[in-house]
C-alpha cells in the first residue's frame, strides 16, 4: 500500500472516531508498521490536525465555540494509554458512583481502574493513575454492572444503605441483574456479595 493511501486511511480513522478521540500509534497499526504510523502522525500532527499530548499520546481536539480548543477527557488518555498493553480502563469507585447519581461529588483525582496496567501519566494539568482492579472485565465501554459493583466496592463495608441497594435496584435491566451474578464466584468480601444479591433479587 502506498504512503498517499495509508495517509488516507489514517485520516479516515481519526476523523471517523470523532473529536475528542485520544489515541496512540497502536490504534492504527493495523495500516502500516510502527516507523511509517509515526511519520504519519508526525505529518499530520504538522498540518494540525492533532496534538501530541505526551510521547506516543496524541489528540483529535475537539473545540468550543467560544472557549476553543478543550482540555482532553482523562478517561480517553486512560483508555487510549490502556490499549497500547491490550487493556481497558473504567472510572474508579467514585466516578462511578457520580455517573450512576448516587454521589453529587465531582471526584478531584484522575484514577481509573484496568485489568492489570499500572501507570502514573501527567498530561498538561491532569495527573492519571490507572490501577489494577480486583474487578475484572474485556469489554470496551463500562456496563451498568460493572459501575455498580465499583461503586459498592468503593462505599465499603457497612456504608451500602437500603436506600442504595433500592437504587441500584432500579436501574437495573434483566441482563444487568444475570451479569451481577456471575460476578458473585469472583467478588471479596461477604458483605459485597450480600450487597449483589439484594440488588438482583428485588
Not at 28 to 37: E, K, V
Not at 136 to 149: M, N, V
Not at 167 to 179: E, F, L, W
Request: charged letters at 25%.
Amino acid at each position: 500500500m502506498n504512503s498517499s493511501a495509508t495517509i488516507q486511511k489514517v485520516l479516515k480513522r481519526i476523523r471517523g472516531k470523532g473529536k475528542g478521540w485520544v489515541f496512540t500509534p497502536k490504534d492504527l497499526l493495523d495500516f502500516d508498521n510502527r516507523s511509517n504510523i509515526d511519520t504519519i502522525l508526525q505529518k499530520v500532527m504538522d498540518d494540525g490536525l492533532i496534538q501530541r499530548l505526551d510521547r506516543g499520546i496524541y489528540y483529535y481536539p475537539k473545540a468550543h465555540p467560544k472557549l476553543g480548543v478543550l482540555s482532553p477527557d482523562p478517561l480517553q488518555i486512560a483508555q487510549a494509554i490502556a490499549r497500547q498493553k491490550g487493556d481497558v480502563a473504567f472510572p474508579d469507585g467514585a466516578k462511578a458512583l457520580n455517573m450512576l447519581g448516587l454521589s453529587t461529588q465531582v471526584p478531584a483525582k484522575n484514577i481509573y481502574y484496568t485489568n492489570f496496567t499500572k501507570r502514573d501519566v501527567t498530561v498538561g494539568a491532569q495527573k492519571i493513575s490507572l490501577l489494577p482492579s480486583q474487578i475484572k472485565t474485556r469489554r470496551l465501554t463500562p456496563g451498568l454492572d460493572y459501575l455498580i459493583l465499583q461503586a459498592l466496592r468503593y462505599l465499603g463495608e457497612g456504608n451500602i444503605t437500603e436506600d442504595i441497594v433500592q437504587a441500584c435496584a432500579r436501574m437495573v435491566s434483566d441482563k444487568d441483574k444475570k451479569r451481577l451474578q456471575k460476578q458473585i464466584p469472583t467478588l471479596k468480601g461477604t458483605w459485597l456479595v450480600d450487597a449483589v444479591r439484594r440488588i438482583t433479587q428485588v
